[in-house]
């Protein structure tokens, strides 16, 4: 073993691997790995490793790298400059390297990253399995961060798979400044939540990619939507919010009236709808799309969507047009049914060619199609086959992820809806629930400078601007923001999913439907939210497991969810996990001042913490009765609650916020 050191580190270099951090979407944690996985499998290839050994990523600009012993390399990706001691030499070709000498990699001149390969691959530290480089959550790779200059990177011992080789040229990918991308239709189209004249328009258009776009997503600049409905209803304000769902990588996310191309730091959850979702073959074409560049989706049928695991002709790769004759004409629907017990409806929806989403009754919170999600999830898990990749709750669904190479989407239907003729009454559901007290600094300083950055950086003049607590009192009609608080520290909050903007973050929702506030979720969405920091969008409440962005009414700020120092756990986390929250359990809240909380969260962070945590059980039965025994009461104040939402959504179409969807039914 040697090491390699880098002279010159380069804008954003990372360690990664391929398939990177798999079977943790249902916790928040991304795959991470390469952003263009096609180009950094062929790297491996040209250096004889196996495609998916670690190796660099880097973004615009490359690096200096000073080897330390003889070996071979190899450069793919983007076009750059490439020199060995000042000499050229060429990509996508093995590079013999000898001691003491300096490979460059200089500006990229199209396109937007490389990807170098050392023979042996590089020795990074893994987490949950993978050494691919998650920044924002702080592992894998090198220290979970960018490569910095001075940084030594050890290269490994990985055994080979072939001989070093040149790359040929039909198995280069074709890098360009206008972008075709194969997408299917689904999980969220026309006429359901958009109009068919927004999918031509989908279709028809050349976006703009954003110079605010990274590693998470891709901002795309295009037209507004027009929208097939007026709002989300107990999801949020806006048109484009849904009840918490899990996404795919390479959904065209619709953040309000923006739209965002998920890449593979992307989120696992979120309330946002999603029309189309770029092929598995053609993801790799995030990685290269730069600012400015325009990009165009073309409809594909899934049956024949190009096979992602080829690096070949069959990849498609080789051409910047899309061939297609056209999508598949079930708008994202592939089937809809009623369960087993006749109780509720089931849908199973495309989300790309590598994913079954499938929800359960109406457009509505409501336990018990929580209750359907983890029935089916645990029956799944009883015997699960062979190409499956990963489940992911949300509030009525769960999302099926597969890898489309080994099983295809037809298979995954027809045994899924085998699954669901095997569930049991959900009204017999009981799980267990603990409760788990944490702290809350109510308003907490570090939420008011995250509204003050998004009235600076984003937009001034949003209704829930300057204060997100004032406007959630104006949307549920509460007399005084103090009618905020108590009905937030009242309140018992049931965890129905995590990874609600990553790494343990819960999406919960009172128990009580009398403490249900409801808000709308920021349009556009803020680009930075403080770690931990406590919000409401739609019904639901999330603690932000980390910094990022994030489109939740701020209420205040509470002590870590996610444990950085795993496994030296703060008393209360599992010394085998870093997530603290488990599905089922129930938040309650309790008031520290914002110099307290400071104090807890360094507790936390330095392993001297504790949380108190309560064992229980939740049952649909008796949470079914207590609806049953308070009906009046509850129906009493959501009607109230939903009057005061009317009010402020005809404040929203007077001022132009959310108009065109009522201008075109008037």
């Not at 009905?487 to 018992?492: K, T």
């Amino acid at each position: 073993m040697y090491t390699i050191i880098v002279d010159r580190a380069g804008p954003m270099t990372t360690l990664q691997d391929w398939p990177g951090r798999i079977g943790h979407w249902n916790v928040g944690v991304p795959p991470s790995g390469p952003m263009d996985d096609l180009s950094f499998r062929l790297a491996n290839i040209a250096v004889g490793n196996p495609e998916g050994v670690p190796a660099l990523e880097a973004t615009m600009i490359g690096p200096d790298l000073r080897f330390t012993a003889d070996a071979t390399v190899a450069v793919t990706g983007a076009p750059a400059p490439v020199t060995l001691d000042g000499e050229p030499v060429a990509q996508c070709a093995p590079i013999t390297v000898t001691a003491g000498s300096v490979l460059s990699v200089g500006a990229v001149t199209l396109g937007m990253r490389v990807y170098i390969a050392v023979a042996g691959g590089f020795a990074a530290q893994e987490f949950l399995g993978s050494a691919a480089t998650f920044t924002l959550g702080r592992f894998g790779g090198k220290d979970g961060r960018s490569l910095r200059d001075g940084d030594e990177l050890a290269v490994g011992d990985h055994p080979p798979a072939g001989v070093a080789r040149r790359i040929q040229y039909e198995e280069e990918p074709a890098i360009g400044a206008r972008w075709e991308l194969a997408v299917t239709v689904g999980p969220h189209s026309a006429p359901e939540f958009f109009t068919d004249d927004d999918i031509e328009a989908l279709y028809a258009t050349d976006y703009e990619a954003h110079f605010n776009s990274d590693r998470t997503g891709i901002r795309l600049i295009g037209p507004k939507p027009r929208w097939a409905r007026d709002d989300g209803g107990e999801a949020g304000l806006h048109p484009s919010n849904i009840h918490d769902t899990a996404y795919s990588i390479g959904a065209l996310d619709f953040t309000g009236d923006t739209p965002i191309l998920l890449g593979p730091d992307g989120p696992s959850l979120g309330g946002f709808v999603c029309p189309v979702t770029v092929t598995t073959a053609d993801r790799w074409k995030l990685g290269q799309i730069a600012p400015g560049n325009r990009v165009r989706f073309v409809p594909v049928r899934t049956s024949e969507a190009a096979d992602p695991r080829s690096i070949g002709e069959s990849r498609r790769s080789q051409y910047i047009p899309v061939i297609s004759t056209g999508g598949d004409d079930d708008q994202g629907v592939l089937a809809t049914a009623d369960t087993v017990d006749g109780e509720s409806t089931v849908t199973y929806r495309r989300g790309g060619d590598d994913n079954v989403l499938v929800e359960y009754g109406d457009m509505a919170l409501d336990l018990a199609s929580r209750a359907r999600v983890h029935a089916l999830a645990q029956r799944i898990e009883h015997d699960r086959p062979a190409g499956l990749i990963d489940l992911t709750p949300g509030i009525r669904s769960l999302q099926v992820k597969f890898d489309p190479s080994r099983i295809g989407q037809q298979t995954v239907l027809a045994w899924l809806r085998e699954c669901e003729a095997d569930l049991p009454s959900v009204t017999d559901l009981v799980v267990p629930s603990r409760t788990v007290h944490l702290p809350l600094s109510w308003d907490d300083p570090s939420t008011r400078e995250a509204t003050e950055r998004y009235m600076h950086g984003v937009r001034a003049d949003a209704p829930w601007c300057p204060w997100n607590i004032e406007f959630i009192r104006r949307m549920n009609g509460l007399p005084s923001v103090d009618d905020v608080h108590r009905v937030v520290f009242d309140a018992e909050y049931l965890v129905l999913g995590l990874g609600d903007v990553y790494l343990g973050a819960p999406v919960a929702v009172p128990t009580d439907p009398r403490h249900r506030l409801v808000t709308t979720k920021y349009n556009p969405a803020r680009t930075w939210t403080p770690e931990n920091a406590v919000g409401i969008g739609g019904a639901y409440l999330c603690v932000y497991g980390m910094e990022g962005p994030g489109g939740y009414q701020f209420v205040g700020r509470t002590t870590q969810v996610w444990n950085h120092r795993h496994p030296q756990a703060t008393v209360g986390f599992d010394p085998e996990n870093p997530w603290l929250l488990r599905f089922f359990d129930r938040i309650r809240w309790y008031p520290v001042s914002a110099d307290e909380l400071l104090d807890m969260r360094a507790d936390t962070a330095a392993g001297r913490g504790h949380i108190q945590i309560d064992d229980g059980r939740f049952s649909i039965a008796e949470h079914q009765a207590f609806l049953d025994a308070n009906a009046d009461d509850i129906a009493s104040s959501r009607a109230s609650m939903e009057a005061a939402r009317a009010l402020e959504r005809r404040r929203w179409s007077d001022g132009g916020e959310v108009s065109v969807a009522r201008e075109r039914v008037a």
